[in-house]
């Protein structure tokens, strides 16, 4: 970690040809180069035309740059950017100048690690900007907007709020050891915990949906040899990432792919086709197939229309249901407008498609968009959706509160009880910030990108 009085520079845009690339730079020295690298002062907030000259007095290239005044920036210090023409060859020119005029390199997620010490963001909105720039679909993007507005940060506000009046009725008997927690303090505090720990359990049951927007929903692709799964995923992807043949078992591993569909990003998975009776190695992909399936959040069931639906293994019939499963009926091209030989599992919803023509494709779009819609919090409601770490932490929250309430009833030692709630408000604190550890800081803000 750089000296946090250092100034900091690094390309906040990515390497490569562009329209135009910017150079950040944060720290106390950004006045004094601004002065120097283009003779004049500059303006807060305004963005100014110049050329931009290095320490040998040689043209760089011609800019515009714009100075942030401290506290008003997104680091809390004087900020300056420049934005060069987007050749990496000029931002590299500029960084190498602001290094020799003393600038350090800035290290991954610097910028935002002080904007978090600066107070300018708690640690779930640090978080949160990290989600943005990574943010698939459309509805990942509008959950990191969300915590990045402080939601998350305000739930935990509250739930605080609300143990700390317990925590404070506690306190006042610990200097009275004789005197025990009296009986009708005793149910108010009851009652605390009791809602304190069902908003928690609610707020970590939202883990599941901070999976599904941040990795994608699993959408498994199953069915028997040969109806047109591999198809369907080269036809969802729009390019043919996967084998096909005319010859059953030609897909053996399952394969993955990353898709768009709507608001949504999907984990495509093709499998192996469900053969009664495989081969040897046909059956350790049969063997990946089930387990995938397993782990699904969705299921698209293939069936080849042409003939009739071999029966399904009981434990795969067992796992799909109507509210996560959709039936593909493929190759409806074939069937010359005849009566559909294939009938899926009756209760399952079902849409006809061809691969081959995209007849469906859209139909089939828009009957998965329903289904992961319900599998994700509503868009215009609240769209908490924690990640691993908050999730941790709530855990811990959710045990020192369960032992909580069994030191409250029967009463154990008063100190014992109010060290258990300031073992949950602890937990609490880490989720949007009161971080003084540094090592956690660090290895947070080093899974995020230079120049962040
Ligand atoms: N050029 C540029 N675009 C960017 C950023 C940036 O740093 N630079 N951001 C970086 O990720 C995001 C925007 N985030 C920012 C957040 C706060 C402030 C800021 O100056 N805040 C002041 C003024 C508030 C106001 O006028 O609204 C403040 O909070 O006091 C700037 C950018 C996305 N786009
Ligand atoms: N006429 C027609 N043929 C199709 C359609 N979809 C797939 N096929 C053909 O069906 C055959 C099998 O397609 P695949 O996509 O390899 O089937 P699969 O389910 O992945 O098969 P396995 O990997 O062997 O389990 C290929 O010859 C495809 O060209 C369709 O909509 N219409
Ligand atoms: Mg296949």
Redesign the pocket.
Same mark, same amino acid.
């Given at each position: 970690m750089s000296d946090s009085s250092a100034t900091i520079a690094a390309p906040a845009t990515p390497a490569g040809t562009s329209a135009i690339a910017v150079v950040r730079v944060s720290g106390p020295e950004c006045a004094a180069l601004a002065g120097a690298i283009f003779d004049s002062p500059l303006p807060a907030r305004t963005a100014c035309h110049h050329d931009y000259r290095d320490i040998a007095g040689q043209t760089v290239d011609d800019v515009l740059v714009t100075f942030f005044a401290g506290p008003h920036s997104y680091t809390g210090e004087d900020v300056m950017e420049i934005s060069t023409h987007g050749n990496p060859l000029i931002s590299q020119l500029v960084l190498d100048d602001l290094f020799k005029r003393g600038c350090q390199p800035a290290e991954a997620g610097e910028f935002t690690r002080r904007a978090f010490l600066n107070g300018r963001l708690d640690l779930s909105q640090a978080e949160a900007v990290m989600d943005l720039i990574h943010a698939r679909s459309a509805r990942a993007v509008a959950a990191a907007n969300q915590q990045l507005r402080g939601s998350l940060g305000q739930h935990m506000t509250r739930l605080t709020d609300e143990l700390l009046l317990a925590l404070a009725r506690v306190e006042a008997y610990i200097d009275f050891p004789e005197e025990d927690l009296p009986e009708e303090d005793r149910g108010i505090v009851g009652d605390i915990l009791t809602n304190v720990l069902r908003g928690t359990e609610r707020l970590l049951a939202t883990h599941r949906y901070g999976d599904l927007l941040r990795d994608g929903i699993k959408t498994v692709i199953l069915?028997e040899?040969? @109806?047109? &799964? %591999?198809?369907?995923l080269n036809t969802l992807i729009g390019r043919e990432r @996967?084998?096909? %043949? #005319?010859?059953?078992?030609?897909?053996r591993d399952y394969l993955e792919e990353t898709v768009i569909v709507g608001p949504h990003c999907l984990r495509l998975i #093709?499998t @192996?086709?469900l053969n009664p009776t495989p081969g040897t190695v046909e059956a350790l992909g049969i063997r990946k197939t089930h387990e995938r399936i397993e782990e699904a959040d969705l299921c698209l069931l293939?069936l080849d229309c042409t003939h009739p639906t071999p029966p399904l293994p009981d434990d795969i019939a067992a796992r799909l249901h109507a509210n996560d499963t959709v039936v593909v009926l493929? &190759?409806i #091209?074939?069937t010359n407008h005849q009566p559909l030989v294939a009938i899926g599992p009756a209760d399952l919803p079902t849409v006809q498609? %061809?691969?081959?023509?995209g007849a469906g494709i859209k139909e089939l779009e828009a009957k998965i968009t329903e289904i992961a819609d319900r599998l994700q919090p509503p868009e215009a409601g609240d769209q908490i959706a924690i990640n691993a770490r908050h999730a941790d932490a709530l855990r811990r929250a959710t045990e020192c509160l369960a032992t909580a309430r069994q030191n409250l009833m029967p009463l154990g030692p008063t100190e014992l009880l109010a060290s258990d709630l300031r073992g949950v408000l602890d937990a609490y604190g880490e989720i949007a910030g009161r971080i003084d550890n540094e090592d956690m800081l660090d290895r947070l803000f080093s899974t995020f990108c230079i120049g962040k």
């Open positions: 069915g040899p040969n @109806a047109g &799964k %591999s198809s369907l @996967a084998l096909v %043949s #005319d010859e059953p078992g030609t897909t #093709d @192996a086709g293939v493929n &190759k #091209d074939l498609v %061809s691969t081959l023509t």
